[in-house]
């Protein structure tokens, strides 16, 4: 079965540090998703790709974080400097025509 | 502002009993209906998607259905198992075609005791 692959799996930092996280969305889906899941919040939308190309990141909070596809294996997103408060899981998911039909398991986050 | 509603909140039956979760409505105008089961862990899995036309559709021991009159869906489970112990989320998207046109229910937690 094809499947999303996010990486690192779990991520424990300090406040001020750089953040990476990786998605292999899976071949041949044409819109890439970021998610962020909160116990309070529930999943809210970060930013999104369609044919590599951003769409929207009014999601995100511009200063702290970014989102790229450098290519179409290959999505990241960063925060620099994080803190305490981005503390979440991150999802990454992909599909066709804006339908999030696939996540991977996520990038679960800590900033100390 | 679009809005998606879900009950109960959390949920605990024993193995074996039906339950039936609730997912309330406002967007519009209305494009399709997803459900997704997410175990803890681990990414929300697609259980069905639901456009207007359908008011009723399976996969295996999940039924959910539709009236898009009263903006209301549901999701029924028969003869429950210990796996079907996780969170069941409604995502309901609007016609506009943008990804940001989603709008996500915050989930029942459904606990399945033996």
């Known amino acids: 079965d094809a499947r999303v692959t996010q990486t690192p799996r779990d991520k424990v930092t300090e406040m001020g540090q750089e953040v990476t996280m990786r998605c292999q969305p899976i071949?041949?889906?044409?819109?890439v998703f970021w998610y962020r899941q909160t116990m309070m919040q529930g999943l809210e939308l970060l930013a999104y790709f369609r044919n590599r190309a951003p769409l929207d990141d009014s999601g995100m909070p511009k200063d702290r974080f970014s989102a790229e596809m450098p290519d179409a294996t290959l999505a990241t997103l960063k925060i620099q400097p994080s803190e305490p408060r981005d503390s979440a899981v991150y999802f990454c998911a992909s599909g066709l025509d804006y339908q999030p039909q696939h996540f991977g398991d996520g990038t679960r986050l800590s900033i100390l | 502002k679009n809005q998606v509603e879900q009950s109960p909140q959390s949920l605990i039956i024993l193995e074996g009993k039906n339950c039936t979760l609730q997912?309330?409505?406002?967007?519009?105008?209305?494009?399709?209906l997803r459900w997704y089961k997410q175990d803890t862990g681990r990414g929300p899995v697609s259980l069905t998607i639901m456009t207007f036309s359908e008011n009723t559709k399976s996969n295996g021991r999940y039924t959910a259905t539709l009236d898009a009159d009263t903006k209301q869906s549901s999701l029924h489970i028969t003869a429950s198992q210990l796996s079907d112990s996780a969170s069941y989320i409604c995502?309901?998207?609007?016609?506009?075609?943008?990804?940001?046109?989603?709008?996500f229910g915050k989930g029942t937690h459904l606990i399945i005791q033996p």
């Open positions: 071949l041949g889906h044409n819109t």
């Open positions: 997912c309330n409505y406002t967007v519009s105008p209305f494009s399709n």
């Open positions: 995502v309901v998207s609007d016609s506009g075609g943008g990804a940001d046109g989603l709008t």
